[in-house]
């Protein structure tokens, strides 16, 4: 029978919560590295039980943490990212020139046909590749030293690569999104990238046809479908069917379309889940009702799912890296908040349960299905 | 042998208890006593020191005998108590974010 392990990234440590394929009973362990945040977690598609932690503080820097047996022991593997030749200039948030400066590593993608290749997304914005378990990381300075990089630009939260989508259908395809620089792809293994932001649109920006300079926050692919993404802007709701070439606005009924996560169902590549924030001044759902939206069309005609969220009195937010799904049938969505639970729904979307309450603030969920 | 008492992060990181020893040849330092540290428990490189530049992490401070020495210079001499084992150097987490 499947089971399925839902890996929790949080404020002050990891957790690792296990169902069997009823997704009835959750047994949680941690937290792992207690009062160090964790800001990613991911397991390798080949080989599940492999799964790679990112260990920050702002007191100690970068750990990496690599666990070979799902999660119950962990060792620190290599954690120097040292940017590759001159590390040039970015722009601060005063226009300012700034150096690049490594702080953290903000999301690992790990190959999907080798369990010791495994990409990290860094702040400030690079992307770096281990080919050897995670002992060594390399830069892919072919990003960093696009001709656009001395004027890409942080976001609030620092200017980190969040977001790594791998192509199932060769390995030289990569599309990665930067706040606040926007989505570049690479079709040629991480040579050269170009930036694919055409179409979007950001009140932030006096040039409505910038290149450069948006706030992606979140990008989702269906394996079935890879020239298909979603993309959660800062504001507005995007898809692309060209592999990121150009951008169509989805929003549609959306009672906002501010947001941070962005998923595709496991098993229907047309449907799509977000969960609006009132805006990004206040970082919490709207009317104080958390509801996860759902669009069955690929985009523009949106649902609420609301059936066991709280839907009154309801402040929290759900960061970027914080929703997934798994792969069993029906399909099982999981999201965590910053209020600390993480909320499953085994039905598609309609009916919600909290599997954890009251963690530390959830950075990162990732669910595996494990056969 | 140098003692080093290490903040309780970097305890749990490195796996040891509040206190190590670490052997150091020549000179006592700051410099010296940080890379026998480090030469020890690998785990702790990139922790204390930047990788690249070993300079000091912002948060963190270096104590020895009731002094403050964080910003002495890396390669000037420890205390004589700290280089013959009657007092530990230590590595504090400063108090930050109220």
Redesign the interface.
């Known amino acids: 029978m499947s089971r399925v392990r839902v890996l929790v990234g949080t404020k002050k440590g990891a957790f690792v919560l296990e169902a069997d394929g009823s997704r009835d009973a959750w047994s949680i362990t941690g937290p792992h590295?207690g009062?160090?945040e964790i800001f990613h977690m991911k397991g390798s598609p080949v080989e599940p039980d492999r799964i790679w932690a990112s260990q920050t503080?702002?007191?100690?820097?970068?750990?990496v943490q690599r666990s070979d047996d799902g999660g119950a022991t962990w060792e620190?593997v290599g954690?120097?990212f040292?940017y590759e030749g001159p590390t040039g200039t970015h722009q601060w948030y005063d226009g300012t020139p700034h150096p690049w400066e490594f702080t953290r590593v903000w999301h690992f993608e790990p190959s999907l046909t080798d369990p010791d290749t495994v990409y990290a997304g860094v702040e400030d914005a690079a992307l770096f590749r281990s080919t050897d378990g995670g002992h060594s990381w390399q830069e892919l300075p072919g990003l960093r030293n696009h001709a656009t990089g001395d004027r890409w630009q942080p976001g609030a939260a620092g200017m980190g690569l969040h977001t790594i989508v791998l192509d199932p259908r060769t390995p030289d395809r990569i599309t990665v999104a930067i706040s606040a620089a926007g989505v570049f792809r690479t079709e040629d293994g991480g040579e050269s990238w170009r930036p694919s932001n055409r179409g979007l649109k950001s009140q932030y920006l006096p040039d409505p046809e910038a290149e450069i300079g948006y706030c992606v926050h979140h990008l989702a692919m269906h394996p079935d479908r890879p020239d298909t993404l979603f993309m959660q802007l800062h504001w507005n709701v995007m898809r692309s069917d060209d592999a990121g070439d150009s951008w169509e606005l989805v929003s549609g009924n959306l009672p906002s379309d501010f947001g941070f996560p962005v998923e595709v169902h496991a098993h229907e590549p047309e449907t799509v889940y977000v969960i609006p924030i009132k805006s990004d001044s206040e970082h919490y759902p709207p009317e104080a009702k958390l509801r996860v939206y759902r669009s069955r069309t690929g985009g523009h005609e949106w649902e609420p799912l609301t059936r066991g969220l709280p839907q009154e009195h309801c402040y929290v937010n759900v960061l970027r890296d914080a929703m997934s799904v798994d792969r069993l049938d029906p399909c099982g969505i999981y999201f965590g908040t910053t209020g600390g639970q993480v909320y499953a729904s085994f039905d598609g979307g309609d009916q919600w349960t909290a599997i954890c309450r009251d963690l530390p603030a959830v950075l990162s969920v990732e669910a595996q299905t494990l056969e | 042998m140098i003692r080093v008492v290490l903040?309780?992060?970097?305890r749990?990181?490195a796996g040891v208890g509040s206190e190590v020893g670490v052997p150091v040849e020549g000179r006592v330092t700051q410099r010296s006593v940080l890379d026998a540290l480090e030469a020890r428990y690998p785990?702790l490189?990139?922790?204390?020191r930047?990788?690249?530049s070993l300079e000091r992490?912002p948060?963190?401070r270096f104590f020895a005998c009731a002094r403050d020495l964080t910003h002495e210079d890396p390669d000037e001499s420890l205390p004589e108590s700290v280089a013959r084992g009657e007092e530990p150097f230590l590595v504090v987490?400063?108090i930050?974010?109220g």
Do not use: C
């Open positions: 590295f009062g160090w503080s702002g007191w100690f820097g970068q750990v620190p954690n120097e040292a | 903040p309780y992060h970097l749990n990181l785990v490189r990139g922790t204390i930047d990788h690249g992490r948060f963190l987490g400063a930050a974010g």
